[in-house]
């Protein structure tokens, strides 16, 4: 039964931590810088909102992440992939500039994916609420019910997040897949030997969120033990 229990565990590890493992591999991989390519990732990330005629996006340097922000129609690259000149740099800045052709477009994933957004932000305050109120709730009111309700509560809330995770995916694979790596091929900006390995660097891109809906997960599991 202990073997068992190792094995299982293991397993568990894996599945939540792999993913994340394996896309900082990919990012990393490819991250040598390139004598051969014309720009930085930030360049090129200007060069294809002026293509495109993105009016109003902005590039700019983020220490906190790549990412869109269509608040601000703002691509946000980290250091590394804003005057990077590698293979990751660059696919990384096409998949950014997907997100902002969706927003330009007025795509529905985007868009739906905004609104959860707000809505996570929102619920997992009100979570973070019921967690620390549960404990003192359920002493003054003296009932496991009260106790295990508000606990119970504040699951489901965390349950949102993965939820939005999960919605986000397929707009993330339309921006790796259906946008950067058309444009990176069509648009001649990458070698044909270069277009498997950026294949590589935008798969991970678009999986970054799964890894994080697998961390949520993590963090739901460790609240429903307490239920039982």
Known sequence: MAVLGLLAASIGLAVLFGPQLWISHQMKK??????DFPGTGGELAEHLAEHFELNGVGVERFEGGDHYDPETRTVRLSPDNFDGTSLTAVAVAAHEIGHAIQHHKG??????RQRLVGWVVATDKIASIFFLAAPVLGAVIRTPAA???????????????????????????DASFNKALPILKEGGYLKDEDLGHARGVLKAAAFTYVAQALTSLLDLARWIRILR
């Open 107 to 112: 795509e529905r994933g985007l868009a739906l």
């Open 147 to 173: 106790f295990f309700g508000l606990i119970a509560t504040g699951v489901l809330l965390l349950g949102i997040r993965i939820l939005v995770h999960l919605v986000t995916l397929p707009v993330e694979y």
């Open 30 to 35: 490819h991250a040598t810088p390139r004598d």
